[in-house]
């Protein structure tokens, strides 16, 4: 994609949404890192679901301490693979106590050193909670940046070292935000919604929709 149409491009999806923001609720980095790591392969929907009652009584990594592996699985077992996760939530929250006086790490080297902590998850706390321009590459993520043209790649970290080189500077805080709900509500999976898409002529894309 040429720069120009790159430009327009976050342009354009800057001005549909202004302030992007992630659709997980949390009140702290904490919340935030929790949220994050339950998220992977589950919905916004059901991670917030689970963790507006959970964050009701631990909301500390000390407070998830205290809970147990069994307290706390009792508020995530509607999430996929919540075994696993509990036990890297509460391995994350002694590391926390234990290395990091009970607050979430500024560096990416600390955040990836964190059980169940891996690059995709600490580029979202470094964008989200820090402000750090990092892109955070999913699923959609993944999908728009290789339909559009925007950052194709085979692998999850070339479409991300890509987007790195080709975003602006003025939108590199907010592209994770606009690309991930752009791909979530109109560049969908099974028949993305090109009739209605902001980007559509700037879109690389063979087989769009017509309806």
Known sequence: MKRADVEEL???????????????????????????????????????????KLFKVADTPQ???????AGLKRYIATIGLYNTKARNILATCAQLVERHGGEVPRTREELEALPGVGRKTAN??????????AIAVDTHIFRVCNRTGLAPGRSV???????????????????????????????????????GCPIRDL???????VA
């Open 124 to 133: 979202v706390v470094l964008n989200t909670v820090f402000g750090e321009p």
């Open 10 to 52: 976050f342009r354009r999806l800057r001005e549909l949404d202004p302030e992007p923001a992630t659709e997980l609720h949390y009140r702290s980095p904490f919340e935030l890192l929790v949220a994050v790591i339950l998220s992977a392969q589950a919905t916004d929907k059901g991670v917030n679901k689970a963790t507006s």
């Open 157 to 195: 970290r070339e479409v991300e070292d890509k987007l790195m080189r080709v975003v602006p500077d003025e939108f590199r805080r907010g592209a994770h935000h606009w690309l991930i709900l752009h791909g979530r509500y109109v560049c969908t999976a099974r028949k993305p919604k090109c009739p």
């Open 203 to 209: 879109c690389a894309y063979r087989h769009k929709t």
């Open 63 to 69: 407070k998830l301490l205290e809970l147990g592996e």
